[in-house]
């Protein structure tokens, strides 16, 4: 059963680079039928779809955050990562690593595993 | 890209049928049939309930069931039980400058 995991500090300064990691098990991330993805959440507040890479290292972003994230790929130990730069309070959030699918040549937005999700807060 | 609109509240009794609606653009959900619904309980991950509009994932329950008409998908769950009460949020592939975009998300109540 395919199982993910997030990992990384739960508190970031303000203007300093946030760094997760999702570890996968049960399952190889090198594969042409999923991409992987982060989702965040902050407290309170609805979903918001940060990016995606596959395992080959294409990436998607959402436009509002592309200029402060990198999403990275690491077959060898099945990680992916999510860096996000300058934080500041509002990137405080809970951020879930998810898996979804890609058919032909379009990501599907069928998020089907997730891990448990990881709070992070962003404090001086 | 701003949210999709959804409800903020929807509430039902048991045994009703209630339906959640999902408002986008012709650039989302009225251009493509790649809508997606996910159900999140208080503290816990979301969960795929519905993918491409009207398919149901294995394990799901044939009480939830989605569709779309134009710019609008709509996601209803019948013989409401007390476990559905949940957030429950539509998700929609998309031509603009993003690749996905997420509703802004329908607390359901069981009455």
């Known amino acids: 059963q395919l199982q993910l995991q997030e990992s990384g500090p739960g508190l970031v300064k303000p203007s300093e680079t946030l760094s997760l990691t999702c570890t996968v098990s049960?399952?190889?991330?090198?594969?042409?039928?999923?991409?992987w993805g982060w989702i965040r959440q902050p407290p309170g507040k609805g979903l918001e779809w940060i990016g995606s890479?596959?395992?080959?290292?294409?990436?998607y972003y959402n436009p509002s955050l592309k200029s402060r994230v990198t999403i990275s790929a690491d077959t060898s130990n099945n990680q992916f990562s999510l860096k996000l730069s300058s934080v500041t309070a509002a990137d405080t959030a809970v951020y879930y690593c998810?898996?979804?699918?890609?058919?032909?040549?379009?990501?599907?937005?069928?998020?089907?595993?997730w891990g448990l999700g990881t709070l992070v807060t962003v404090s001086s | 890209q701003s949210a999709m609109t959804q409800p903020a509240s929807v509430s039902g009794s048991p045994g009703q049928s209630i339906t959640i609606s999902c408002t986008g653009t012709?650039?989302?959900?009225?251009?493509?049939?790649?809508v997606s619904w996910y159900q999140q309980h208080p503290g816990k991950a979301p969960k795929l309930m519905i993918y491409?509009?009207?398919n149901r994932p294995s394990g799901v329950s044939n009480r939830f069931s989605g569709s779309k008409s134009g710019n609008t998908a709509s996601l209803t769950i019948s013989g409401l039980q007390a476990e559905d009460e949940a957030d429950y949020y539509c998700?929609?592939?998309?031509?603009?400058?993003?690749?996905?975009?997420f509703g802004s998300g329908t607390k359901v109540t069981v009455l």
């Open positions: 890479i596959s395992y080959s290292g294409r990436t």
């Open positions: 049960g399952g190889s991330i090198s594969t042409s039928y999923y991409y």
């Open positions: 998700c929609s592939y998309t031509s603009s400058s993003s690749l996905f975009v």
């Open positions: 012709s650039s989302d959900v009225g251009g493509y049939n790649y």
């Open positions: 491409d509009v009207t």
């Open positions: 998810a898996r979804h699918r890609i058919v032909g040549a379009t990501p599907r937005p069928w998020f089907d595993a």
